[in-house]
């Protein structure tokens, strides 16, 4: 099983990005689906997750109308789309995937886990 992201990169504030995380190994779509950041001398947070059941989708407060998740079953592929970035944006970015939505919601205890993605946020 394999996650990896992509799409990181430099972009300034204001700037849109949109990463990418392509499963192979697993259908992604049967599994819940999350991204989560961690940003140099933090703790890493949960961004958002995408749910396999239901296609309901949460993020956390603080993001909410700048980041949106979606998924192409076709391209076994989840997408965290980012608007509006801001430099406290820059992070590496993960992809984390498992059976339970509850463990997305907390960012404990995902099956798989991607490298992860750079995402600098500066003019």
């Known amino acids: 099983v394999q996650l990896v992201e992509s799409g990181g990169g430099l972009v300034q504030p204001g700037g849109s990005l949109r990463l990418s995380c392509a499963a192979s190994?697993?259908?992604?779509?049967?599994?819940?689906t999350g991204w989560f950041r961690q940003a140099p001398g933090k703790e890493r947070e949960m961004i958002s997750c995408?749910?396999?059941?239901?296609?309901?989708?949460d993020y956390a407060n603080s993001l909410k109308g700048r980041f949106t998740i979606s998924r192409d079953v076709a391209r076994n592929t989840v997408y965290l789309q980012m608007t509006s970035l801001k430099p406290e944006d820059t992070a590496v970015y993960y992809c984390?995937?498992?059976?339970?939505?509850?463990?997305?919601?907390?960012?404990?205890?995902?099956?798989?886990w991607g490298e992860g993605t750079l995402v600098t946020v500066s003019s």
């Open positions: 984390a995937t498992d059976y339970s939505y509850s463990n997305c919601l907390v960012g404990y205890g995902m099956a798989y």
């Open positions: 190994g697993l259908t992604l779509h049967f599994y819940n």
């Open positions: 995408l749910s396999s059941s239901d296609g309901r989708t």
